[in-house]
């Protein structure tokens, strides 16, 4: 029981961690109808942004975090303005898609000329403290994982339907043309959302770095999870990206433990196909396009 | 079609660009140095381990260039593309090589799938391609005659392992943690094998996992609850990292870790700390040896790279100087068919001991067995 009990933790944990690296996506596409393929990288500066913070700076791992999201946040600021800025009003999702798939490459290469290719771990207070409970077995790290996904999709939520930028964010999100004639700063909405969902990213990179591996490849790996994770939940909703992610991790985690682990892959990635089959615009059934 | 005058200098800029690399290329050749080709992963997935390996080869330039050159005063100069592990750039590489600079002998490459689609090229335009690292026995099987593998097969190194692991640990029960690519369903294969004839331990699970995966816990959790004794881990050092930090956060604090030769690295220790202690990893590698070639390593190598010693770094320092001796023997640096000869012949006294090649190009080296003692390796076996 004990080990049915172990597995399903483990699954969640995963879950925690694919919900975490797709936040940004998705708020990015959902309000911006931007598909940011540079994510993961933002996702890997912001855990070189919190190892270097951490080893050259000697702040401790929890003052570092936000000083990630800053540094990495305000890169983002700077890329939406020089690189998106121009094609924000060309039709379709092609060229944002090209720019930030441009934006991908170059901020990988320039990572490994900069950083090196070898492997670092971000120092955490957290990470190797384990808790047991009833012989299931979970870090603190991975608890906090979890606890800060879920938190930050209540919060954003109700900052989104409740404050006043968050409105401003929605009118945008409908139809920004509109809500330039309504006296909403279309451009703040841009500069703030894109850098918001690439220090989101940051964080994830933060609070990851402890527990994955941690190179200039590590955004190549959690991207292409945070992709199906994203079309699984639905496009552009963060409670989508939860459930979407905490499912994923779940079925993940019992099919390799009951089925077979050679080919995990397979049944997460099936279990997405059938999904959409039935529901085509993912668990929460937000609808495209608007 | 029209072209705006924008895209008319942007085409020009490109031309101008095509120009000067073909310059460039055919000035490097008119200089009188030996060429050797690498091709080899220095970005993605195995970068770190690859450029560890090309960084040992660049030393042993440096080192061979500043006693006087080979062939009578040349000096040697590498020509290095990257090949991220991948058949099909390897192979657009080697073909670059062999025609843009008549290379005759290449290094390459990290991978064995990438080194055997290599080999197909080279074996074809007679060229000498030897592998510091790829592990796959089906390479120096099939008879190809200008190929050479400077590194011990997983099947050379089994016997000795499973040896130490049956008779010296006398462990009765081992779990199989194992990456899902041609090398680790090879090693299981082995190891299960061996493990059957010696009579212990028994082989209670077996996980694999795949190349981009980082969470290593439904394996793990399976181990754990079959109350295996000991872990054998087949990965990288990254995965290999994670997976044993993994599961002493789940709770196996007491479980022995042996690992595969690729985990023999002193990175892997630094990004685990203390859950490596007690590891036992066999190797070609022993970073305590006496042997001159052994001491040469240590003196020269740090201070031309900037870098410590490891075992990746040594498979490119000894494999340039191997291949540089050769050349020198064979008195050319252009007749494939010599400098093979002359690599069979070889007799080298390296870092990991006294290397030879049998007549399949399959290097000679005595396995060790190390162990993570204080957070260094010390050789046990």
Redesign the interface.
Known sequence: MD?VL??IV?GL??GG?YTLVALGLTIIFGILNIVNFSHGQFYMLGAFATYYVESLLGLPYLLAIPVAFVVVGALGVISEQILLRPVRFREGHLPGVMVTYALMIILG?LA?IVF????R?IDSPF??K?I?LM?V?I?QQRLIIILFSVLFVLGFNSFIKRSRFGRAIRAVALDKNTAALMGVNVNLVYQTTFGFGCGIAAVAGALLGPV??M???MGH?AI?KAFIVVIFGGMGSVMGALAGGMTLGVV??LT??YV???F??VFGFGLVIIVLLFFPNGLTGKRLNK | MKLSRKSIYGMILVFAFMGLETISGSMAIAADTVKIGMIFP????V??D??AVVTGANAAISYINEKGGILGGRKVELDLIDSVCQPAQAVSAAKRLIAQNDTKVIIGDFCSNATSALQQVTEESKVVLITPVAVSPMLTERGAKLFFRNNSTSAMHSKTFSNFVSKVLKLKTIALIVK?DEYGQLETKIYSQLYQELGNPKVVYS????S????F???L??A??MKTESIYIVAQ???G??II?QL????MTNVKILGAGALFNP?LV??V?E?AEGMYVYTGYDPSAKNPGMKLFIEEFPKRSGKECGLYEAMGWDTMLILANAIDKAGTDKDSAKIADRLRQSQFDGPRGLITFDGNGQAQITTKIVQVQKGKFVRVY
Not at chain 1, 116 to 119: A, E, I, M, R, T
Not at chain 2, 248 to 251: A, D, I, S, T, V
């Open positions: 080990i172990q597995n483990n944990c995963m961690i290469y490994l090196g290719p070898d492997p771990r990470a190797d384990t047991e012989s077995f870090t994955l591996s190179d200039t490849n790996m292409m993940e985690s390799a433990a077979t682990t050679a995990k892959d | 220095v970005s993605g997935k970068a770190y690859g450029q899902n996980g694999f996992f795949g981009a995966d980082v969470d816990s439904a394996q959790t399976q754990k609850s050092t990254e995965q990292a994670n930090k002493r956060n789940l709770g990175k630094e990004l700390g859950g």
